[in-house]
């Protein structure tokens, strides 16, 4: 068994690095250690994909949009923004997506073994008792956001113990009744700074947030005072709120909550932080449905229809690579060869204190192809918010069209290399 190119990881650049590969007529494998692809968009139930100058301009974009569209799973919202969709109709799309580009996939397979010949990887062995062969490819991706294939070959990393950014766990609410919750916000947030609502394909979608952070007039802060005075919430609940409605799901809301916020922060890649962050996520989310049903209209017969399976990482272990892009670059707007994605989305780093969060705006700026490349091993590719890239320029790199973009640049770079070969 022999593949060009071997995907560890399913998730948001791993699919659209994998489609692209399998469309450009290279034999592709995905090894994923979920049931299902799509990564932090499915199994942490992040929706909708960010708004960027580069939006929708990967092919791999346009043709999930498109069949997304078609099962009705996805939505313009008012801003122009094409990324609103549905975590579960995109499980079932990307598998017929990637069925069409014969991309092979194991699903519930992590990598075991591998053999490398100096600075080059050879073949892979993944934990099945049927499947206990080694793998050849000529290719390595590690699209698994925290660097974990490269960590099992001792790849040198950029993240140092202070480069951390507090973690969410996500969760959906049904039940609601969205039109009498968004003639409600529209008319008490009269300042309208973060909340919008439409009727798009006859259904309500909408958005609204709430911070601890003082920057702005936070029409819900009355009852998340109150709510933390009469022991509803905690305090650290109201550290950030923000929902999202999702397309056809039209009595459901995606709430980008809880922020868990520790002090020290959580180290992600530590499975004992990792766990009490679950465990504490959950807690959290039971006060805030709690609250939700108490203190906001339209959620009388709401309830908890979804928790993320896995806790939404923003920032973990970054890999060393060719190039190491730096927030110098980003706020010079520094020009490449061969860059791999354009975007203009700020730097958008979560803080675990008040007032310290930052969303640093800039123009447009691109990302070079050698920052998806490893300084260790020839023929091994970082893709995601895992690439090499200094803390601050991750933070705003690491978005779903940007990882789409990683994904489908190193696929067309490693297909532009095997046709040369040939
Ligand atoms: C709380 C939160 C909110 C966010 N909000 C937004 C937003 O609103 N809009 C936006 O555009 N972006 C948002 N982002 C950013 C964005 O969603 C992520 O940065 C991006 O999806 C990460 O993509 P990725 O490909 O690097 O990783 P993932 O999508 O997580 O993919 C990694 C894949 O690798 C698999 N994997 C991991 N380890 C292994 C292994 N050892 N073997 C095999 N498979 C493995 C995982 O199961 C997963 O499928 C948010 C992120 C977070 C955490």
């Known amino acids: 068994m022999k593949y060009d190119v071997i995907v560890v990881g399913g998730g948001t650049a791993g699919c659209a690095c994998a489609y692209t590969l399998g469309k450009l007529g290279l034999k592709t494998l995905i090894i994923e250690k979920n049931s299902y692809l799509g990564g932090t968009m499915t199994a942490g139930l992040v929706t909708p994909a960010m708004n960027t100058v580069s939006g929708d301009n990967t092919d791999f974009y346009k043709k999930l949009i498109k069949k997304l569209a078609s099962i009705g799973g996805q939505v313009t919202y008012t801003d122009g923004n094409k990324g609103w969709f549905n975590p579960e109709l ?177 180290n992600p890649l530590d499975p004992v932080q990792r766990s009490k962050a679950l465990q504490s996520g959950r807690q959290s989310i039971l006060r805030i449905a709690n609250f939700c049903k108490m203190y906001l209209l339209g959620f009388e017969n709401a309830y908890i229809s979804s928790i993320a399976n896995s806790l939404g990482v923003r920032v973990s272990r970054r890999i060393k690579g060719k190039y190491v892009y730096t927030i110098e670059d980003l706020r010079n707007g520094k020009k490449f060869e061969h860059p791999c994605l354009v975007s203009d989305y700020p730097v958008d780093i979560h803080s675990n204190k008040k007032n310290t969060s930052v969303l640093e705006k800039h123009s447009a700026y691109s990302l070079p192809i050698e920052s998806l490349m490893s300084a260790d091993y020839d023929n091994l590719y970082v893709i995601g918010r895992c690439i090499s890239a200094d803390f601050e320029a991750q933070a705003a790199l690491r978005i779903i069209p940007s990882c789409f973009s990683m994904g489908e640049g190193i696929a067309k770079y490693i297909a532009s290399q095997t046709n040369l070969k040939k």
Request: charged share 30%; aromatic share 10%.
């Open 90 to 266: 995109l499980k079932i799309i990307l598998d017929e997506m990637m069925s069409k580009a014969k991309v092979d996939i194991l699903f519930d397979s992590v990598v075991e073994d591998v053999i490398c010949d100096k600075n080059h990887i050879k073949s892979v062995k993944i934990n099945s008792e049927i499947l206990s062969v080694y793998i050849e490819t000529s290719n390595i991706i590690d699209a698994t956001g925290d660097c974990d294939f490269s960590k099992k070959i001792n790849c040198n990393f950029l993240n140092k113990n202070d480069e951390y950014q507090p973690n969410n766990l996500r969760f959906i609410m049904s039940g609601i009744n969205l039109r009498k919750f968004s003639d409600w916000i529209m008319e008490f947030d009269k300042d309208r700074n973060v909340t919008t609502s439409a009727e798009i394909d006859g259904q309500i979608h909408l958005s609204t947030a709430y911070t601890w952070d003082t920057d702005k007039n936070w029409a819900l802060r009355p009852f998340f005072e109150d709510a933390v005075k009469k022991k509803v919430l905690k305090y650290k609940d109201t550290s950030y709120f923000q929902v999202f409605t999702i397309p056809g799901m039209p009595d459901s809301l995606a709430f980008n909550t809880p922020r868990i916020v520790c002090e020290p922060e959580i």
